[in-house]
């Protein structure tokens, strides 16, 4: 019988690249430009190397980032390498379209790592990369103006226990000045995140207004929808 998850069984340390940022979260570069953006957790993403040479100011951060820069590389290595026997397990659960095939999937995730690496060490300097462990961030309130959180909540629903989920989004809440925008919200076994309803509904209790939508971005079968989340206004 074909299997109907990605049978992996911790966080992986991967990043994707910009082009795939600007799909997942269905982002416009004016939006960027109203910086700062706060990408968490950012793992081997090349986002913010990218934007930064697009004139976006954005910050990444990750629960790994107080390793040394060749000890997250080759973790990012080691990474995309379980991804790519991963995925040759279970090829039925994926949309073959953005991608061709795993080959150019990967390479994909290796240009992310390549970027993501080269801009590493000046980041950490310029503070770009900061380690962060969810669900508390070293960031005062309202600091960013979007935050973007791909890959983490939801996806790996079932190791994360629904109230690590609220703690989380009201944290992302609190740093954003705007909007948080969160993809996907399905798991690793392709079905929406389990707790949803009740995630919605917290959400509400806080004045969080919680909006689904529709991205042009379809790689895990059905996973084509993100959250974005603003603060109820009160007039
Ligand atoms: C799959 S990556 C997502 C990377 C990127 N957002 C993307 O979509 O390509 C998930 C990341 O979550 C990080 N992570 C796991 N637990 C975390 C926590 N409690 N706080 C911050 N980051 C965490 C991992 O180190 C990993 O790099």
Redesign the pocket.
């Known amino acids: 019988m074909k299997k109907a998850r990605l049978d992996i069984d911790r ?6 690249t910009y082009d ?2 600007m799909r ?1 979260f269905a982002l416009e570069e004016s939006l960027l430009k109203q910086c700062p953006v706060l ?7 090349s ?1 913010a190397a990218e934007a930064g040479r697009y004139g976006s100011d954005v910050v990444a ?4 980032y107080d390793l040394p820069p060749d000890e997250l590389v080759a973790k990012g290595e080691r990474d995309i390498r379980l991804i790519y026997d991963k995925i040759g397990e279970v090829p039925h659960l994926y949309v073959w379209d953005y991608y061709k095939n795993r080959d150019d999937l990967i390479s994909m995730r290796k240009k ?1 790592l390549a970027l993501f690496a080269e801009d590493l060490k000046r980041g950490i300097a310029q503070g770009r990369y900061v380690k ?4 508390r961030l070293p960031f005062a309130d309202n600091t960013f103006s979007l935050v ?5 909540l939801f ?2 629903g079932d190791m994360l226990d629904p109230d690590f989920h609220k703690a ?1 989004l009201m944290e992302l809440m609190r740093v954003s000045s705007g909007e948080v925008r969160i ?1 996907p919200l399905s798991g690793l076994d392709l079905r929406p995140y389990r707790h949803l309803d009740e995630i919605l509904f917290f959400l509400d209790s806080e004045g969080v207004d919680a909006e689904i939508v529709k991205v042009p971005f379809e790689f895990q079968r059905g996973a084509n929808r993100m959250m974005r989340l603003r603060r109820r206004s009160t007039h």
């Open positions: 966080v992986a340390f991967i990043g994707r795939e940022y997942i990408d968490c957790p950012a793992g081997a993403a986002f951060c990750d629960i790994l992310a962060a462990s969810l669900p973007l959180s791909a890959h983490f996806l790996y989380c993809f």
